[in-house]
């Protein structure tokens, strides 16, 4: 089993429409959680990073956290074209000095 | 936010030779990291670098081939050492931010080695 896992796509929602972005993660002693959006050919950005169960909202961008099924996810009201990109869920490594595991990522294409 | 900045932007390089990553931000930091991000595929972190102490290597990364140096609180280097065509791929470099955990990405260096 993957420490982090993503479905890599590519999820295709229309204009405007509700894009959901989903992440599992193997270890239950993970504390942060974060999502990063990377278009092609660029570094990854942070957009979203939620510590505790329930929902954190910013923006268009929620991200959602129940730590009983290991589960994290992202959700992009509204989505614009520029919503095009790879996002990745990284969770942090228990003991594991400040370091990060990134899943492979979903790819997100919304189109007009 | 701070700012985090990475020379070369791309190289190409000839097998067998050596190449020097430079990571620099624009104030001081803990702790910086270097990936690495094969084409497609996520990222690997191959070392952990603090400021006064010996860069921490993931397993699979050896300090012979990926030397890490780490002068002072804003800078690193990452040197990929007798490259093949393997090492062709996107070098990152990230720093701990102020918050938990949070990793600030610079803009990456391209390497084709031929």
């Known amino acids: 089993q993957k420490e982090v896992e993503q479905n890599s796509g590519p999820l295709s929602v229309p204009e405007g429409a509700i894009a959901s972005l989903n992440c599992t993660y193997s270890?239950?002693?993970?504390?942060?959680f974060f999502w990063y959006r990377q278009y092609s050919g660029k570094s990854p950005e942070l957009i979203m990073f939620?510590?505790?169960?329930g929902d954190k909202e910013d923006g268009r961008f929620t991200a959602q956290l129940n730590k009983a099924s290991q589960y994290v996810s992202l959700l992009i009201r509204d989505s614009q074209p520029s919503d095009s990109a790879t996002y990745l869920c990284?969770?942090?490594?228990?003991?594991?000095?400040?370091?990060?595991?990134f899943g492979t990522g979903t790819q997100l294409k919304v189109e007009l | 936010s701070a700012v985090i900045s990475q020379k070369p932007s791309r190289d190409i390089c000839q097998r067998g030779t050596s190449l020097t990553i430079q990571c620099q931000v624009d104030?001081?930091?803990?702790?910086m990291f270097w990936y690495r991000q094969q084409p497609g595929q996520s990222l690997t972190l191959i070392a952990t670098?603090?400021?006064?102490?010996?860069?921490?290597?993931e397993s699979g990364f050896v300090i012979d081939k990926f030397p890490i140096s780490r002068p002072n609180l804003t800078f690193s280097t990452l040197t990929v050492s007798n490259m093949s065509p393997e090492d062709s791929s996107i070098y990152l470099c990230s720093f701990l931010g102020q918050g938990v955990y949070e990793q600030y990405f610079g803009p990456g260096t391209r390497l084709t080695v031929t």
């Open positions: 990284a969770v942090n490594r228990p003991g594991g000095g400040n370091k990060l595991t």
């Open positions: 939620i510590y505790s169960n």
């Open positions: 270890d239950r002693g993970s504390q942060s």
């Open positions: 670098a603090n400021q006064g102490s010996e860069a921490t290597y």
């Open positions: 104030s001081q930091v803990t702790m």
